[in-house]
């Protein structure tokens, strides 16, 4: 595939092909993550966590996931860019919720947006596509609820839980978004949402019978190493990698092994 699009992620589905995304927030890594063959880069308001290092996403603003949005937008070639809208941008009413849409589109360039949530949303998202903005929904366990949760377990686990999330995936599907992201729910829900809609469903957490699985970029490549859920695998372990190289240079600036003859002028 030469540029991905929400219609190649479709049939991607239709063939059986996985799909695989990632997140990023900046232009160095997104570059990176494209170069790499991932399909879809998600700038999620994960960015409050990783980023900026607030304990949850609600304080993330709208103009800072612009220019997380923008940044990763300059570095991409092949990906596509879907751009979480930031709690307080889009549930009070669906006019609010199509501006905040039309901002991150007119000023990021990114390809989609993302919503947390089912049927409360729905006028929303409805809105955000009847402009001919893609729009990607999140269900089970949505971060920007976490204070309704109180907790990071696994969602839907009982059976009212459990039927909500397939009657909203319906709804997602029926009206008209291009996928779905599943958080942290039981892996037998997830294939059984997976197979019920057309619309490609992305896990995170939810098990090997989705359409395709998306991580936290600074987790996978083990940069955090405080948050250890079952479903996160490292792929490299950054931050003893990155200590090691920084306490290394330390010494050789304190030792004057740094600069040496070659490294001036
Ligand atoms: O913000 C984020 O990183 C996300 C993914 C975990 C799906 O929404
Ligand atoms: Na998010």
Redesign the pocket.
């Known amino acids: 595939y030469k540029r991905i699009t929400v219609k190649t992620l479709v049939d991607m589905k239709s063939k059986g092909e996985k799909i695989s995304?990632l997140?990023a927030y900046d232009y160095t890594m997104a570059k990176i993550v494209d170069g790499a063959g991932i399909d879809v880069i998600?700038v999620?308001?994960?960015?409050s966590n990783?980023m900026a290092g607030h304990e949850t996403?609600l304080p993330i603003t709208l103009d800072q996931m612009i220019y997380h949005a923008s940044s990763v937008v300059r570095a991409i070639n092949r990906c596509l860019v879907v751009v979480?809208l930031p709690f307080g941008t889009y549930q009070s009413d669906p006019k609010e919720a199509l501006r905040s849409a039309i901002r991150i589109m007119k000023e990021s360039g990114g390809h989609a947006v993302?919503l947390?949530g089912g049927k409360e949303i729905k006028e929303s998202i409805k809105r955000i596509l009847n402009a001919g903005i893609p729009v990607m929904g999140?269900l089970g366990l949505t971060?920007q609820s976490i204070y309704k949760f109180g907790t990071y377990t696994v969602r839907a686990k009982e059976e009212e839980e459990a039927k909500q999330l397939k009657e909203d995936a319906l709804m997602l599907e029926k009206a008209g978004c291009f996928a779905i992201?599943l958080?942290k729910i039981p892996a037998a829900l997830a294939k059984e949402v997976a197979e019920s809609v057309s619309i490609p469903v992305?896990g995170?957490g939810a098990g090997d019978g989705v359409d395709g699985q998306?991580?936290?970029l600074h987790d996978m490549l083990g940069m955090t190493h405080e948050f250890n859920p079952r479903f996160l695998r490292r792929y490299m372990n950054l931050f003893e990698e990155m200590t090691d190289a920084i306490s290394q240079y330390a010494s050789d600036v304190k030792s004057l092994d740094f600069p040496n003859d070659n490294e001036q002028y």
């Not at 999620?44 to 960015?47: K, T």
């Open positions: 995304m997140t998600l999620g308001d994960s960015a990783v996403t979480d993302k947390e999140h971060p992201v958080e992305i995170i998306v991580l936290v």
